[in-house]
């Protein structure tokens, strides 16, 4: 920490350098209204810096200039007025109310620049100071709240985890092999211009290394543009089908003539908060069975002393007899630990009269709330601008970034040390503090001292958690560079030409290191132990465009036709080794691979595309905009698979309140409609078998292969996607009010996918033309300035979107059932079926039901009163839909002189998530709800013992009926108390083949000798396993995201130190979340592993607070 | 103006030359690697398909305890059911695990009648009807003459009768059995790639002829023609010499992959091993004989129950005829030790005096409790100090006497003594009685010489009954059968020999007839689903419904 201080001391000392060698004059004056009030609050600033003031109460401000600077002065509601400061040493400037920000521009698909008004589809942009408030470090989070349309999912909590993004929901069609829609929803991601591809999740080996966009510096942007999808993306072909993520970086262009230095960082501590709880009554053993060493279930006996055991005392590293007590120990309260994020960022800007430039390094530092984690960013950027003449333009960029964790652990999913913690540690075990020499003594490196070891001591059956810790550990690290060059030569008015190229590179590289100290030593001579992988991969993809413009205003008329070529190319290799196993301990090389334990792959991808495109827009009396887009596609390396495709748009937009005269009130009424079909890349593929060889080879002499079946339907089609969508823009009292309404409807047409086949033909799935899925949804946005005194400003925006996806056709080769249920995760599946909503989840196993008469609905339990599985699907019960109904993102400022509050909140209502969490807990014992049923769990009756709801075991022969006395008789256990599953059977002396009625139903339970009993574990077991509803829960949530009070120093404290514009925020993240399900879980974190399926949690961190300061200058 | 345009030019040069380079396409590459992958040469064929299907028939045979729990060969000392046939009261998927094999071998067969190669188009068609009989044996009404067919277009396939694929798939034995031996001689097959019979087309051809036997006696009660078939088979060659080698693979033993189940790389811990016992049914017919295999595939008791207070607490050790050694200690059925009293009480003390003991068929509740294990906790989880577990061999991750199986030459025996008692064929059925037990004794390593104490027993003789003759015969097929447990159920089901249904727990457990077709099938294709249900008797998709070969 001490070296970081030293570190920022010599960046400032630096800057001040710079600073004091240029010359200041001192300016004073006052701003006024276009009444002559004078405008406290009012901002005046250098242009092209972010060096300015804010006029105090008296609308007075003073500020030292550069020479030959000009002012910027900008009030909201006002037109921005710009003045040269020249000899002056007063100057006083009258603002005047603006009509509207109706001159507002914003970029548009391929770096056009298009006036706001005149655009007929939804476009959301978050400038670079809303992006940097909270002093989020990774620019997809700190998207969160602030954009409407748009459902942002963070992986978990972690800062640096990777985050998916849907703009307006999905349209993907499940399929049985992949449910995961959202994963294939991902929108486009464009930096300056240049398409970096889609983001996928990227993980290694069940570790999240974050998405590569993440790895971005907030400060080096300026704006996140969001281009909501259909004819806004329609540009960008089928990759902008599912909406583009478009950002621009920060340039040093339009600022003060000469240098300038700004200055940012930010500290936070991160700290976890709502821990996951297991129960403390009931400590180690196994289903069904009593204590046992060798288990890391907890279905053993009661915690209060009265068993004493012979236990692996991991302290003393020796087996004590002891009574068995709770630890009562949250584990992961004890394992988790504060975490700490440093951000800092320094950029020196250059505007002269040829040109610009900026150059900014930046770097983040985050040590993990899991122990021995880290994640190290650091960024280089540089933009540069150069007019060779008045018409010629030449302008570079160049990023670099790096990643680098020296360990990231696995967070979600099985081999995770989460998991180990949150289910298979039982309360009867140490504290972890107990726990932390891993080693045992004399055996460093080479035998771990395990949470649970085998009689003897040397071999281990349940890991140490501080053992996977530190000697399980995935090094990575990521170099990402990207850049662009372009010519911009402007021939005359009307014609203009832009030439760009850009390149993105990413290179990764991934360790996997495990000691040794897993495998028994009795087998280690035939098997070796600990492992070593090195993963390494390459991409670079190359962008090239030539458009040329042409832009023309005949009477009222105005036209701009744009017409372009692009080519792509993209390559990417990648190879793996990995050494399964290692000979010697501590030599993490691949020699030191175990005999025959190496595997390796190495693979390479190439392919071109080239497109050419064009935009036509006519506005006519500035009232009425049609645009109109279009774009061809050749994609396909081989001949064999070359195919193209053409993808129009149309759209529509009407200013009303520039053809008829509406109240003062008015500043902007806009209607708006948007037409667009994309097509989507259907590369011609081959129908074949192909083979490979299976890994490892059989022996050293013999190999074996595997057979590829795959099934191209000969008649397959390319997928399009229409969307049309209206909407309306209304800009009220200055913009005191602004509101934004859009409808739309995207239809995902011919949907490409495999089509499950019956088995019996040899391939499980076809590919071909799913069917079409529809996603309607609407979505606002608000902005209200309330107050706007001499003091006071407040100004509130929220956003509201809603979606619901539907399959509205399926294929007709498709199953003659007319639908097919998928695999999902977490015990679940998903249905594809025409009318089925995107998202919903069903339970895994149908289960059998009454049919008819007064027990209709309730489970017909078996003649061992096991609940049945019906082989009828239509008897498989809908668990829920992941979605929400709608997400409410609020954002708001209150300002109080040089005092600004600023709150960003989202509220997500509906959908319900699957606790893959608690169905560890449930049948390894160790939840609540494992001990007792309740009203948790309403679909069993029973309770370990006695005092927690056991039911006693009937007399032998109690009842009246053979088939259960048989069945309870030869369940009957002295360990455990009884417990049943809540149903009804059929009465067992009822002649086979009779249709039984009302009369022959016996409800399970209700006379006690007369009952189906099991042991606890089965009867709890077989409700846990039979219905993941048991263990589905509301999503609802309210999360505060960002907090941060910030505070201006006034001008008269920093003037000695040369710095200007000194803030000082308090920040604070995830501060507070609500869950309505009350459960210690984070409802949007709910995949579960690495980018898997939505809506089903397991194993993730819980949510994490982040709280710190934020401190920035410039000079 | 012109300056500009030079430099503008050299700009756009140098934008083309970043973006366009043919080469970096690699399209040769791109097409020749998938020109590639299309096909694979014969003796990759032949590995893969040596080890995909032994493996799968080993799996059904011992690593899955279905089967061997429904033949009682292995009892669950821990929950599952496949001591009560549970895993028989749901829908199974091994249909698809043969069928995914298929896709293989099908394609196999292929791409070698592409290449013209008669002897592997004759072994490759040896393992598809091994497959799909296993398949009809199982389920009744299956895929067959339209499987696997999707790329013709056949995307709904329907069942064909059992009483069509029996014939259909003898006759598939006949083609290929002729595609084999008139194989010429420049058809090789590569005796490293052979993992079965390294290379030997005569072998191969003995065990296509062999299956066949199988087939034919599977269906001797159903196809009236197949006594004479079977006893023209008999003299052709099948796999009968003291030469010739069992239709099964050897392990490596050096991957998860390459070894036996039950070794380390598998089962990292012994849990799952400690699990499995031998059965009692099992146990008891080979100690009432004195058979030397108990000893090969059994440990000791680890604490046997002795009937003689002055044995109490001695240790004896034992080592096998693989050099395992296992201590023992006796230990004194007490009754003034109130727990041992109560065991006793409850009838629960089998086996005493013994050192090979196994636990009593169809055993669940406290199951840990079998043959009065009294002290639960001094046992651990899985652990019964009062039950044989199996013999340290079967930890092993390879050794000479575990292979992958699929057909034993003692199993040819047994079929033709069958044959014999049934008049079918001529030879003596006592010769092929006691050739099969040797022949199954020699395959787990036991000497000529116990061989022969062994058969010289009176017990071991046929007796003058046909009825007394064929339960003898199928009582030792049976006990040969052992880790060959798919064939075990399917003999066991049509002899009903030896009668064990009613061994230990199971009165009230019937045994299965069939299996119940896959889950997924009445969902997704229920027409072909309704009509193999149809030919079911009675006509309802349960395992107790008789498929065509049972009715």
Redesign the interface.
């Known amino acids: 920490m001490s070296k970081k201080i030293i570190r920022i001391f010599l960046m400032c000392l630096f800057v001040l350098f710079v600073n004091s060698v240029m010359a200041q004059n001192a300016i004073t004056g006052t701003v006024t209204d276009d009444t002559g009030s004078p405008l406290p609050g009012a901002s005046v600033v250098v242009k092209g810096t972010t060096h300015g003031v804010i006029t105090d109460v008296n609308g007075k401000y003073n500020l030292s200039v550069p020479a030959n600077a000009r002012l910027v002065v900008s009030f909201v509601g006002m037109t921005n007025s710009e003045v040269a400061v020249g000899a002056n040493k007063t100057i006083n400037i009258q603002l005047k109310t603006s009509t509207v920000g109706v001159e507002e521009v914003v970029v548009t698909a391929m770096g056009i620049t298009r006036a706001k008004k005149s655009l007929a589809y939804s476009v959301s942009a978050v400038k670079s100071d809303d992006l940097v408030k909270g002093g989020n470090a990774n620019v997809l989070k700190s998207l969160d709240g602030k954009v409407s349309g748009v459902n942002l999912v963070s992986l978990s909590s972690d800062p640096t985890s990777s985050v998916l993004v849907n703009i307006r929901g999905t349209t993907a069609m499940p399929s049985v092999g992949d449910g995961n829609v959202s994963l294939k929803g991902q929108p486009l991601y464009v930096i300056d211009g240049i398409p970096v591809g889609n983001q996928g999740v990227s993980a290694i080996n069940g570790v999240d290394f974050g998405n590569i966009l993440s790895q971005l510096s907030p400060e080096d942007i300026e704006t996140v543009t969001v281009l909501k999808g259909g004819s806004a993306g329609a540009l960008y072909g089928s990759a902008g089908g599912n909406g583009v993520i478009m950002i621009t970086t920060k340039s040093g262009k339009g600022g003060k003539k000469g240098l300038g230095v700004s200055f940012t960082t930010a500290v936070t501590v991160d700290s976890p908060y709502m821990m996951l709880e297991q129960q403390q009554l009931y400590g180690q053993g196994?289903?069904?069975?009593?204590?046992?060493?060798?288990?890391t279930d907890q279905w053993g006996p009661r915690l209060d002393g009265s068993r004493t055991?012979n236990f692996w005392n991991v302290k003393t590293q020796a087996f004590e007899t002891k009574p068995m007590y709770a630890a009562n120990e949250n584990r992961l309260d004890a394992y988790l630990q504060n975490g700490s994020t440093v951000t800092s960022n320094v950029n020196v800007n250059g505007n002269y009269e040829k040109g610009s430039f900026r150059f900014s390094l930046g770097k983040m530092e985050n040590n993990g709330v899991m122990p021995n984690t880290k994640t190290n960013q650091w960024s280089a950027t540089m933009a540069s601008e150069y007019k060779?003449?008045d018409k010629?333009k030449?302008s570079a960029n160049a990023n670099y970034t790096r990643t680098h964790s020296p360990n990231k652990a696995n967070v979600a999913g099985g081999s995770g040390i989460l998991n180990g913690l949150m289910y298979n540690m039982p309360s009867n075990m140490q504290p972890l503090s107990d726990m932390k020499d891993y080693w045992l003594t004399g055996f460093n490196g080479v035998l771990e001292n395990g949470m649970i070891m085998?009689p003897g001591g040397v071999n281990v059956?349940a890991a140490n958690p501080w053992w996977v810790t530190y000697e399980r550990i995935n090094i990575f690290s990521r170099n990402n560079f990207f850049g662009k060059?372009q010519?911009d030569?402007k021939f005359n008015d009307q014609f203009a030409l832009l030439?760009?190229?850009g390149?993105d590179n990413i290179q990764e590289n991934y360790e996997y290191r495990q000691s040794f100290g897993t495998?028994?030593l009795?087998?280690r001579p035939?098997?070796g132990d600990g492992a070593f992988m090195v993963n390494e991969s390459n991409s670079l993809s190359?962008n090239?465009d030539a458009i040329l413009t042409y832009n023309k205003t005949v009477n009222k008329f105005d036209i701009s036709v744009s017409g372009g070529v692009n080519?792509a190319?993209g390559?990417s290799n990648g190879y793996y080794v990995s050494a399964g196993a290692l000979s010697v301990p501590g030599l993490f090389t691949i020699a030191n691979v175990f005999?025959?334990?190496l595997t390796a792959n190495y693979g390479?991808g190439?392919?071109?595309s080239i497109s050419a495109y064009g935009t036509a827009d006519i506005g006519w009396d500035k009232q009425v905009f049609v645009g109109v887009t279009g774009r061809n596609d050749w994609i396909g390396?081989?001949k064999e698979e070359k195919i193209n495709y053409f993808y129009p748009s149309v759209s529509l937009s009407w200013v009303a309140s520039e053809t008829f005269k509406l109240p003062e009130a008015f500043n902007l009424v806009k209607a708006r409609l948007g037409l667009a079909n994309v097509g989507n890349g259907l590369v011609k593929q081959?129908?074949?078998?192909?083979?490979?060889?299976?890994s490892?080879d059989?022996?050293g002499?013999?190999?074996?292969?595997?057979?590829n079946?795959s099934?191209v339907d000969p008649n397959i089609k390319p997928m399009t996607s229409v969307t049309k969508e209206i909407g309306l823009d209304v800009w009220m009292l200055n913009k005191k009010l602004a509101f934004d309404f859009t409808y739309f409807i995207k239809d995902q047409n011919n949907q490409l996918g495999g089509i499950?086949?019956?088995?019996?033909?040899?391939?499980t799935n076809?590919t071909t033309n799913v069917g079409d899925v529809r996603n309607k949804g609407y979505e606002w946005g608000l902005t209200v300035s309330p107050v706007r005194t001499k003091d006071w400003n407040w100004d509130i925006t929220g956003n509201f979107t809603h979606y619901k996806a539907t399959i509205i056709r399926l294929s007709e080769?498709f199953?003659?059932?007319g639908y097919?249920?998928g695999n999902y995760d977490g015990k679940a599946k998903v249905k594809i079926a025409e009318g089925e909503e995107i998202g919903n989840i069903y339970e895994e196993n149908p289960s059998l039901k009454v049919k008819e008469g007064i027990y209709k609905g309730q489970y017909l339990l078996s003649n061992k009163g096991k609940i049945q599985?019906s082989?009828d699907?239509k008897d498989r019960e809908q668990i829920a839909n992941f979605n929400p109904d709608y997400i409410i993102g609020i954002n708001t400022t209150i300002r109080y002189k040089s005092f600004s509050l600023n709150l960003v909140g989202s509220l997500r209502k509906g959908g319900k998530y699957v606790s893959v969490n608690r169905q560890y807990q449930d049948s390894n014992g160790a939840s609540f709800e494992s001990v007792s049923s309740g009203p948790d769990n309403p679909r069993w009756s029973g309770g370990r013992d006695e005092a927690t709801g056991g039911h006693a075991w009937p007399a032998i022969g109690a009842s009246k009926y053979a088939s259960v006395n048989?069945y309870n008789?030869?369940?009957?256990?002295?360990l455990h108390d009884a417990g049943y599953a809540k149903g009804v059977f059929v009465n067992p002396n009822l002649p086979a083949g009779t249709i039984p009625t009302d009369a022959d139903y016996i409800v399970n339970g209700a006379d006690p000798n007369n009952t189906y009993y099991d042991i606890p574990t089965?009867a709890f077991g077989d409700v846990i396993w039979n219905f993941t509803s048991t263990r589905a829960f509301d999503a609802t949530n309210f999360k505060l995201r960002e907090v941060s009070l910030s505070y201006n120093l006034p001008k008269s404290a920093t003037s000695a130190l040369h710095v200007n514009n000194v803030n000082v925020s308090l920040i604070g993240r995830n501060v507070f979340q609500w869950n309505a399900s009350g459960r210690n879980e984070d409802p949007e974190s709910a995949f579960s592993g690495v980018g898997q399926n939505q809506g089903i949690l397991r194993a993730t961190l819980p949510p994490v607070r982040s709280l710190g300061f934020k401190l920035s200058f410039d000079f | 103006m012109k300056s500009?345009l030079t430099?503008?030019l050299v700009?756009?040069f140098?934008?083309?030359a970043?973006?366009?380079?043919k080469d970096?396409?690699?399209?040769y590459d791109?097409?020749q690697q998938?020109d590639a992958?299309?096909?694979?040469n014969d003796p990759?064929?032949l590995?893969?398909i040596i080890?995909?299907t032994t493996l799968f028939y080993q799996d059904m045979g011992w690593a899955s305890t279905k089967l061997p729990g429904a033949v009682q060969f292995t009892e669950r000392n821990f929950?599952g059911g496949d001591n009560t046939y549970s895993a028989f009261a749901?829908?199974l998927d091994d249909?698809?695990s043969a069928?995914n094999i298929?896709?293989?071998v099908?394609?196999s067969i292929k791409l070698a009648e592409g290449r013209g190669s008669k002897v592997h188009v004759g072994i490759f068609t040896t393992f598809r009807v091994l497959l799909f009989s296993f398949m009809t044996d199982m389920y009744g009404d299956v895929?067959y003459s339209?499987?696997?067919?999707?790329?013709e277009g056949?995307?709904?396939?329907v069942y064909d009768k059992q009483s069509d694929i029996y014939p259909g798939l003898l006759k598939e034995l006949e083609t290929a059995s002729s595609n084999i031996a008139s194989a010429s001689a420049l058809d090789v097959i590569s005796p490293?790639?052979d993992?079965m019979f390294g290379g030997n087309k005569t072998q191969w051809l003995k065990f296509c002829n062999s299956l066949r036997l199988r087939l034919l006696m599977h269906s001797s009660a159903k196809l009236s023609d197949n006594g004479a078939k079977i006893a023209a088979l008999a003299t052709q060659p099948l796999l009968t010499e003291d030469a010739d080698l069992n239709a099964s693979m050897a392990f490596?033993g050096?991957?998860q992959?390459?070894s036996w189940v039950g070794g380390?790389?598998n089962w990292?811990?012994n849990?799952e091993f400690e699990r499995r016992k031998p059965c009692k049914t099992l146990a008891d017919q080979l100690t009432s004989l004195n058979d030397p295999r108990a000893t090969v595939w059994f440990a000791p008791v680890e604490k046997p129950w002795t009937s003689d207070p002055a044995n109490n607490g001695v240790k004896f050790v034992t080592t096998d005829a693989n050099g395992f050694t296992y201590t023992s200690t006796w230990e004194y059925v007490d009754m003034t030790n109130p727990k041992i009293a109560e065991q006793v009480a409850a009838g629960n003390i089998l086996d005493k005096d013994k050192a090979y003991v196994g636990f009593i068929a169809g055993m669940?509740?406290?199951f840990?409790n079998g043959n009065g294990h009294y002290d639960?906790?001094a046992g651990?989880?899985y652990g019964n100090f009062k039950v044989s577990e199996y013999s340290k061999l079967f930890r092993q991750?390879a050794h000479a006497l575990l292979r992958a199986q699929i057909m034993n030459k003692d199993e040819v025996q047994f079929i033709l003594a069958e044959a014999a008692v049934k008049g079918m064929i001529s030879g003596n059925a006592d010769t092929y009685y006691r050739k099969g037990i040797t022949y199954s004794m020699k395959r787990w390593g036991v000497k000529d010489a116990d061989i022969a104490t062994y058969l010289a027993q009176p017990a071991i003789a046929l007796p003058g009954d046909n009825a007394g003759k064929l339960a003898k015969i199928a009582t030792q097929k049976w006990t040969a059968l052992f880790t060959v447990a798919s064939e075990a159920y399917v003999e066991l089901r049509r002899t009903k020999l030896p009668n064990i249904f009613s061994n230990g727990?199971l009165v009230?457990f019937p045994f299965p007839n069939r299996y119940r077709y896959?889950?997924?099938?009445?969902?997704?294709?229920?027409?072909?689903y309704d009509k193999g249900v149809s030919t079911l008797s009675p006509a309802v998709?349960n395992e107790f419904s008789k498929i065509w070969l049972l009715q």
Request: charged residues 20%; glycine residues 8%; proline residues 5%.
């Open positions: 196994g289903r069904g069975d009593d204590w046992a060493w060798d288990t055991e060779l003449n010629i030449i085998q059956k060059l010519m030569w030439l760009r190229s390149m495998t028994n009795a087998n035939a098997s190359i090239s080519y190319y390559t005999p025959g334990r390479w190439t392919g071109p390396n081989l081959r129908s074949v078998d192909t083979y490979t060889f299976e490892p059989w022996s002499s013999v190999k074996t292969a595997n057979i079946a099934l499950p086949l019956v088995q019996g033909t040899g391939f076809m080769k199953a003659p059932a097919i249920f599985r082989a699907e048989a008789d030869g369940n009957h256990s002295d089965d | 500009y430099k503008v700009i756009i140098l934008i083309g970043f973006s366009c380079s970096d396409l690699r399209q791109l097409k998938k992958v299309e096909s694979l990759y064929l590995s893969s080890k995909k929950q749901g829908p249909m698809y069928m298929l896709k293989f099908d394609a895929y339209e499987a696997l067919k999707g790329r056949i995307l709904y396939p490293t790639y993992l490596v050096t991957t992959q390459n380390p790389l990292s811990t849990g669940k509740g406290d840990k639960v906790s651990g989880l991750n727990l009230n896959p889950g997924g099938e009445s969902g997704q294709n229920k027409t072909a998709d």
